[in-house]
């Protein structure tokens, strides 16, 4: 563990984005604006479904699957259109000012986290955040490893910021975070994975937003920290900033940002406390539910009518899945997740503002029909195939297409070069996740974890 952390570091120091000169962004921008006008000019006059009009012709089945994904196709491309102007337009919030940050209360919840626990309480007290200000609660959450050992080893380095609190036997996350909800004192609420570190500016980053007292939750910035652990994590930094940079900082310049992630999120201490009770009796189908608690807590600060944000700038890396097991371990987690949460958020966005709750109607509609849309396609290209075998070649080179477009929101992003690995990550998927959302689907009432 310790020489791949070590390794992790270098790679870390070395893959900071640089910043790039105005021109530069400029060309990047413009370089998107034309990929999305591109693929919108081949999808309507560039006869780029000529073989699936053939196949049309002598399959007329094959038309109850063909008008919908073309439309799906075109209102996806607007939507997202749509996301990459407001993208353009976000801004982080500005930091807290030490002699004006609010008293903030850090939960670490831990289970069978080993050494790596250490690391993420060191790296808070080394943050900048006025000392007496802050108070850090760590929950060993019935671990059967040496986590309570490494937690007492770290709150005896740091007597007065850290409270350490154990439970006899595992409880869940939930559990572990309530704990430390009701004993802390802070007006801020900061929660963070014991997997992960922050960056120095973290919490004057997270407390900056609360100014705003219509802002009730704050999202942060994932990256990956593992970096030297192989492919997989080098493909999950770029998906992370594509899938969570890019698509938080554009729901938050309609304030809903709909899941602050468990890694890093802050929350208005009243929201949580009126949304507790709430939180944790929470069922679905009947059974308790164990998983998904950052973004259910999120849809409850949504529900009170509060504002959730991204806030760029507030930085924790984490440690991700390095084999293939474990990557669909948390696949499968999230999935469900998602899909008991956008069931409530259904009702939730209800209680959005005019504008907000249009644009995340909108929004929902078109990105949760790409389910039945790409699965119904997904069984056309297997007839299509039959009668045209270079459709798998055109497959191929229609995600490697779209796949360097994304590459062009990464570079804008991050500054990195690593986009590449993007590429590599989108026929990974294609190939080897796509059986994750049905199963998903199918065992939702399920409790395990699926995690370690």
Not at 57 to 69: K, L, M, Q
Not at 167 to 176: C, D, L, T
Not at 390 to 416: D, K, P, V, W
Request: charged fraction near 20%.
């Amino acid at each position: 563990m310790t020489e791949r952390i070590a390794i992790s570091e270098q790679l870390l120091a070395a893959s900071r984005p640089q910043p790039w000169s105005g021109p530069l962004d400029l060309a990047l921008c413009s370089a998107i604006l034309l990929g999305l006008g591109g693929l919108l000019w081949l999808g309507i006059y560039g006869h780029a479904y000529d073989p699936w009009v053939r196949v049309v012709e002598t399959r007329h089945w094959v038309r109850v699957i063909e008008r919908p994904s073309l439309l799906w196709f075109l209102m996806g491309l607007l939507m997202l259109t749509f996301r990459t102007l407001l993208w353009f337009r976000y801004r982080p919030f500005p930091a807290a000012v030490p002699d004006e940050a609010p008293s903030l209360t850090v939960i670490i919840p831990a289970y069978n986290e080993g050494a790596m626990v250490e690391q993420t309480i060191d790296s808070v007290v080394a943050a900048n955040y006025p000392k007496d200000r802050l108070e850090i609660f760590v929950v060993d959450d019935g671990s059967t490893d040496d986590t309570w050992a490494c937690i007492q080893r770290a709150a005896q380095r740091h007597p007065d910021l850290v409270t350490p609190v154990r439970f006899p036997r595992n409880q869940g996350k939930r559990a572990a975070l309530a704990e430390g909800f009701r004993r802390g004192r802070g007006d801020v609420f900061l929660t963070i994975d014991s997997d992960s570190v922050i960056d120095a500016g973290t919490l004057l980053a997270m407390a900056g937003p609360f100014r705003d007292p219509k802002v009730g939750a704050v999202a942060g910035k994932v990256l990956v920290y593992n970096l030297g652990g192989g492919i997989i994590p080098r493909m999950l930094r770029v998906r992370y900033v594509l899938s969570f940079d890019f698509l938080r900082s554009v729901q938050s310049t309609y304030r809903t940002v709909y899941c602050c992630p468990g890694a890093l999120a802050a929350y208005r201490a009243d929201a949580v406390r009126n949304a507790l009770a709430r939180w944790l009796e929470q069922t679905f189908l009947g059974a308790p539910c164990t998983y998904g608690e950052d973004r259910a807590l999120t849809n409850y600060i949504l529900e009170d009518g509060y504002d959730t944000v991204y806030q760029r700038t507030g930085i924790v890396r984490t440690i991700v899945p390095e084999t293939y097991g474990k990557l669909c371990c948390m696949y499968i987690r999230w999935e469900r997740s998602n899909i008991k949460e956008e069931i409530r958020f259904a009702r939730v966005v209800w209680r959005r503002p005019a504008g907000p709750r249009i644009i995340a109607i909108v929004d929902k509609i078109i990105t949760n029909l790409r389910y039945p849309v790409a699965y119904a396609t997904l069984a056309l290209l297997v007839v299509w195939s039959i009668d045209d075998p270079q459709t798998i070649l055109r497959l191929f080179l229609a995600i490697g297409g779209i796949s360097l477009l994304n590459m062009l929101y990464y570079l804008r992003s991050e500054r990195s070069w690593d986009f590449l690995y993007g590429v590599i990550y989108s026929y990974y998927f294609f190939l080897t996740m796509f059986w994750i959302f049905p199963y998903a689907a199918a065992t939702l009432r399920s409790r395990s974890w699926l995690t370690r």
